[in-house]
């Protein structure tokens, strides 16, 4: 059974960092682009970020560009995001997600619709 867990939410004030982590299991992982996507409240999911299989390929949003840090640990089957100079616009539930092919892609999708697996949330709140 696929399963995705993500932690390391919280609340943190604007201009502060969050490292939020998506253990998977039930597949394998390493053969598999994931991405990061979010919900604020009263809106729809955006894909935030995503990572290649292999963690050589990486995308991000405009909205969070250098800003956010994809990566993974393969040996670890473990998905990380590293999120600096928060802002209240990103308050959000950050979900994971696996891609629905696996091995090697010409492009991390941005389309949510293509990610077949999804982890239960967590809640980041940034708020003074």
């Known amino acids: 059974e696929v399963q995705l867990v993500e932690s390391g939410g919280g609340l943190v004030q604007p201009g502060g960092s969050l490292r939020l982590s998506c253990a998977a299991s039930?597949?394998?992982?390493?053969?598999?682009?994931m991405s990061w996507v979010r919900q604020a409240p009263g809106k729809g999911r955006e894909w935030v970020s995503g990572?290649?299989?292999?963690?050589?390929?990486?995308a991000y949003a405009d909205s969070v560009k250098g800003r956010f840090t994809i990566s993974r640990d393969n040996a670890k089957n473990t998905l990380y995001l590293q999120m600096n100079s928060l802002k209240p616009d990103d308050t959000a539930v950050y979900y994971c997600?696996?891609?629905?092919?696996?091995?090697?892609?010409?492009?991390?999708?941005?389309?949510?619709?293509?990610?077949?697996?999804w982890g239960q949330g967590t809640q980041v709140t940034v708020s003074s």
């Open positions: 997600a696996k891609y629905s092919s696996s091995g090697w892609q010409a492009t991390i999708s941005r389309i949510i619709g293509e990610y077949d697996y």
């Open positions: 039930g597949f394998t992982f390493s053969v598999y682009a």
């Open positions: 990572i290649d299989y292999g963690g050589s390929r990486i």
